[in-house]
């Protein structure tokens, strides 16, 4: 049986309306020049790590990536941001969800446009602080290490793709 099979929303064709984007996940990653947001599934022990923001919607921590940042860079950026957490370990990438925009502009202008990329990967973390929460952000009010059957039921509210995500994510993380 497939990763498409066991995960059957995570893998169809969908459309992210808030970016005017058509998305397909793969396993296959993108050429790096194609990332402009990463998001790390998080691991504390066998709990994962979500952050609720100010629209009341569970996130895993991640976003779009600056000019000229490398991907750990935005990691380690993000992680600080909206979970208050740092590496512990590696990162493991998963997957991406490979996109066409139907915007007339990139979103930022070192971006690439119409075509690019959300990696999606795992991390051990720890959690240190609180969220930084810089003020062009998302605010995130609450950050909760939680097992995988708590964290896939909030995660549906960041989109109906995030449990099968959260899932395999989780899945991964048990064979490293």
């Known amino acids: 049986m497939t990763l498409a099979d066991r995960y059957?929303?995570?893998?169809?064709?969908?459309?992210?309306e808030w970016g005017g984007l058509d998305v397909q996940f793969s396993?296959?990653?993108p050429a790096d020049e194609l990332v402009t947001n990463i998001h790390v599934i998080c691991f504390v022990g066998d709990r994962i790590v979500l952050c609720r923001d100010d629209r009341d919607v569970w996130i895993v921590p991640g976003g779009t990536r600056e000019a000229s940042e490398s991907v750990l860079e935005c990691v380690i950026r993000e992680l600080r941001e909206e979970a208050g957490a740092e590496l512990a370990g590696p990162m493991q990438w998963i997957g991406a969800h490979h996109a066409v925009t139907d915007r007339p502009a990139p979103y930022r202008p070192w971006q690439p446009h119409p075509r690019k990329a959300w990696l999606w990967c795992t991390a051990d973390v720890v959690l240190t602080g609180s969220p930084a929460n810089p003020?062009?952000?998302?605010q995130i009010l609450e950050v909760r290490a939680l097992s995988l059957a708590e964290a896939v039921d909030l995660a549906a509210t960041d989109g109906a793709h995030m449990?099968?995500?959260?899932?395999?994510?989780?899945?991964l993380h048990r064979r490293t």
Do not use: K, N, Q
């Open 8 to 16: 059957p929303l995570l893998h169809t064709p969908a459309r992210w």
């Open 163 to 171: 449990p099968e995500l959260l899932t395999l994510a989780a899945e």
């Open 135 to 138: 003020v062009d952000a998302e």
């Open 27 to 29: 396993t296959e990653l």
